[in-house]
């Protein structure tokens, strides 16, 4: 069996999506589609729109035979970490090619690039501290620096779909698969900045935004996404979680001193008295996000290291979960048509334990593992409070929902 594998979110699913899987099938010959995704906070720094076992009904009934869970502590995460985490956890499921989107068609660059991040010469090294003492953010750092180096690298760096890529392929260097296949899908449709494109090619924030006011863009998804979608909306079954949010980012900042804002996950370099600062008035979410942006500290930093705080997140917690060495389980979210072959062959070959019954399991990981995933019912308990219908809003789903299958 050859084993096609993707890191996504599917927040939420949409045409786009549908596409990669299907041309990334055509191209590899797989017989198999694995996705790890993420579970109910994205790499973006958000609660999901929607919650993880419905995100992973979406993918089922799009193509993937199985989804697995990348554990929100690593999900929330700089896009190194993110990718590396992914790239991991569909190792040890068994991935025979690796499949992702991205903006370009200059795939050599990719490559070119993956592999000056992976080795990062004297040179480069100087050229990046070079532009981080003159007050930029490491990512333009980074950029400016790679720009000296490979012609068209700063265009390049300035895609989201191709930065991650460029990330999945330096975690596959450093897992020892530099030569490892790999089908890249150049993404259709709006750029993942564009909030408001309607239409079919309508990007992920743009469809958020539209559920936001109360639109679903059903020529956006596959049809049965859409019909999903209008049940959701129905029964108020989606995240709509800013006030809540910034009610409680106000209230830990009533109780914290500035070392303890420092402790959480992309908060340091002054960013702590920076948040103080700005949250003495009365701002919205979206607004104190874009109060703190600054040439050090882009939105996407931000946006994480808020959602950290809220969540009570800190480098205690991804000590205690081991967090540089990656995920020490595979969980699944769903099961579809050779999700089950799949589950066999990871019994028997997986250098991580499985987990298909929290409540039975958890208890024969690592103790590093069994935390991770301690955290993820602790995490889980708060994102039910982000749902727009208060008869939602309980404990325990992570011990009560079942696995989705097809």
């Keep these: 069996m050859r084993v096609l594998g993707i890191v996504c979110e599917y927040n939420p699913f949409h045409n786009g999506h549908a596409y990669q899987i299907r041309k990334a099938r055509e191209e590899s010959g797989a017989d198999a589609l694995v996705c790890v995704m ?72 990719l490559y070119d690039l993956a592999a000056l991040f992976d080795q990062e010469p004297a040179v480069f090294r100087q050229e990046l501290q070079q532009f981080l003492r003159i007050g930029e953010s490491y990512s333009v750092s980074r950029m400016k620096a790679a720009g000296r180096y490979i012609a068209q690298a700063e265009e390049i760096l300035k895609q989201p779909g191709s930065i991650l890529g460029i990330e999945y392929l330096k975690a596959l260097r450093r897992e020892g698969r530099k030569d490892f296949p790999v089908v890249m899908v150049r993404r259709l449709g709006a750029a993942h900045k564009d909030e408001w494109s309607d239409g079919a090619g309508a990007s992920a924030s743009g469809i958020r935004g539209a559920l936001r006011q109360g639109r679903i863009l059903r020529e956006a998804m596959p049809l049965q996404i859409a019909e999903i979608w209008e049940k959701i909306y129905e029964s108020g079954a989606y995240c709509m979680g800013d006030t809540l949010l910034k009610e409680i980012l106000y209230w830990r900042l009533t109780e914290w001193t500035p070392d303890q804002i420092r402790q959480a996950p992309e908060i340091g370099e002054g960013l702590e008295y920076r948040i103080l600062k700005m949250t003495e008035g009365d701002r919205s979410w979206e607004s104190l996000i874009e109060s703190l942006v600054c040439k050090r500290y882009p939105a996407s930093r931000i946006r994480r290291g808020l959602m950290n705080l809220c969540l009570g997140i800190s480098q205690e ?15 699944i979210l769903g099961i579809g048509p050779r999700g089950t072959e799949l589950l066999r062959r990871i019994r028997r070959e997986s250098s991580l334990p499985l987990v298909t019954q929290l409540h039975r399991q958890i208890k024969d990981l690592s103790e590093s593992a069994a935390y991770t995933l301690e955290e993820e019912v602790r995490l889980t308990d708060i994102y039910t409070r982000f749902l727009v219908n208060p008869n939602f809003r309980e ?12």
């Design 317 to 331: 917690n991804r000590e205690r979960a081991r967090w540089e060495e990656g995920p020490g389980y595979l969980r």
């Design 38 to 109: 993420s579970g109910h906070y994205t790499q973006r720094g958000e609660p999901a729109i929607v919650d993880k076992w419905t995100r992973a009904r979406m993918a089922i009934l799009n193509g993937a035979d199985l989804v697995m869970e990348m554990p929100s502590l690593y999900a929330m995460s700089g896009a190194e970490s993110f990718a590396a985490a992914g790239i991991k956890l569909l190792l040890a499921a068994g991935m025979d090619v690796l499949s992702f989107g991205c903006e370009t068609e200059k795939t050599n660059v």
């Design 395 to 406: 404990r325990g789903w992570e011990y009560r929902k079942e696995i989705v299958k097809n």
